[in-house]
């Protein structure tokens, strides 16, 4: 049995059961009953993951998966490839945007090479986990070996499970790879059965002409794989998906099958999250969308798995940006859930059953 399986049967159902009773605790705070609408569901969503009705504010890890991809030599990007190991360097000086927003939320970040075509020196924050330098072309061969998928899978995991072991108990997962909207627009196009124009967008910035072109793009590698077996999703990941992605599905599923909960970002990182739902469905409960991306492939992976984002900002830049700024609204769920009066507490009259 490969590892992979042994993590998806550890995938629990999560106590579904607190659902009401974390609901009849809202109710009994001093507000109108499901005023404070979706924070009201964050904390009961953590109420069912956590299997309790004592909440502690998270502790937060984020990884940031970089890989590069065939595809970025065909012209799908607006920036160069060699932009992926340059970002690299930039979080581990702790100057990209995902450090600035994780400073703001105390979250660790810790940064994988999991397949970037440059070799890197050691670093305090930097986790060497390279199962290819790169992936290939996906229009003209699968973008990875099945092995290659799986492997990134299963160092995604092994970031989770060290994460958790050191304390963090709600997981971002980031990425950084020059060329991976396309193929998460590419997995979404044929999870989802949609024409690639209805799921690509700009990524980096690419002009009308360019986004003609990155359509085309997925067209051709959907017709050059259009024999894969959409039940097989370790295969469909392995020919469209990246290393950062599988990896990234790796992590969430491990940390479902930890019982933690983990906050979807932008298409990317949700392409992630959604070959982990196709792989085990059971993982879903546990997953969170910080934000809506600009990227409309998103929004539509997002739907497949019923998640409503919890933030809307016009953001598209991806490396866990927008799930790392969501944090502050998991925060405020839990502090209302924890810290706020009851009607009987304090001495207001309360709605009548
Ligand atoms: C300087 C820079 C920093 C970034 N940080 C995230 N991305 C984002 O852009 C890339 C995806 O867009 P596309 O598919 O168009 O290449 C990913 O690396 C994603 O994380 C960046 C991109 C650039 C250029
Ligand atoms: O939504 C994202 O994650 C995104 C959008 C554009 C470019 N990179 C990432």
Redesign the pocket.
């Known amino acids: 049995m490969h590892r992979l399986e042994e993590i998806l049967r550890q995938i629990k159902e999560p106590a579904t059961e607190m659902a009401e009773k974390a609901q009849v605790h809202l109710d009994n705070l001093t507000k109108p009953r499901g005023a404070l609408g979706r924070l009201e569901q964050v904390a009961a969503r953590l109420c069912i993951i956590k299997g309790s009705l004592e909440l502690k504010q998270p502790t937060c890890g984020a990884a940031i998966f970089a890989a590069d991809h065939g595809s970025a030599l065909d012209g799908v990007s607006l920036y160069p490839r060699e932009v992926t190991a340059q970002m690299v360097y930039n979080f581990l000086s702790g100057g990209a945007a995902m450090n600035v927003l994780c400073r703001q939320v105390d979250s660790v970040v810790k940064v994988v090479d999991v397949g970037v075509d440059h070799d890197f020196e050691d670093a305090p924050d930097l986790i060497h986990a390279k199962v290819a330098r790169g992936t290939k072309s996906f229009l003209r061969e699968p973008a990875m070996t099945r092995e290659e998928a799986l492997d990134a899978m299963m160092a995604g995991a092994k970031v989770a499970r060290e994460l958790i072991d050191s304390g963090c108990d709600l997981l971002i997962p980031g990425e950084m790879g020059i060329g991976n ?1 396309t193929s998460s627009s590419a997995l979404a196009a044929f999870f989802l059965q949609k024409n690639p124009a209805e799921v690509t ?1 700009r ?2 910035g690419l002009d009308d002409e360019g986004l003609a072109r990155k359509v085309d793009y997925i067209k051709g590698a959907l017709e050059l794989h259009k024999d894969l077996n959409p039940c097989d999703s370790v295969g469909v990941l392995a020919a469209l998906g990246g290393l950062e992605i599988a990896a990234i599905a790796g992590y969430a599923l491990k940390a479902a099958s930890l019982g933690v909960p983990v906050i979807l ?5 949700t392409a992630g999250g959604f070959v982990a739902c196709r792989i085990c469905p059971e993982a879903l409960p546990y997953f969170f969308s910080g934000h809506a ?3 409309k492939g ?1 929004a539509a992976m997002l739907k497949g798995m019923a998640l409503e984002p919890l933030l809307d900002l016009d ?4 490396e866990g940006t927008g799930a790392a700024l969501s944090v502050a609204v998991v925060r405020a769920a839990v502090a209302i859930f924890n810290e706020m009066a009851t009607f009987e507490s304090a001495g207001v009259i309360g709605h009548e059953d």
């Open positions: 909207t967008g990524g980096t970002d932008g298409i990317i990182s991306s600009v990227e998103q953001m598209r830049l991806g």
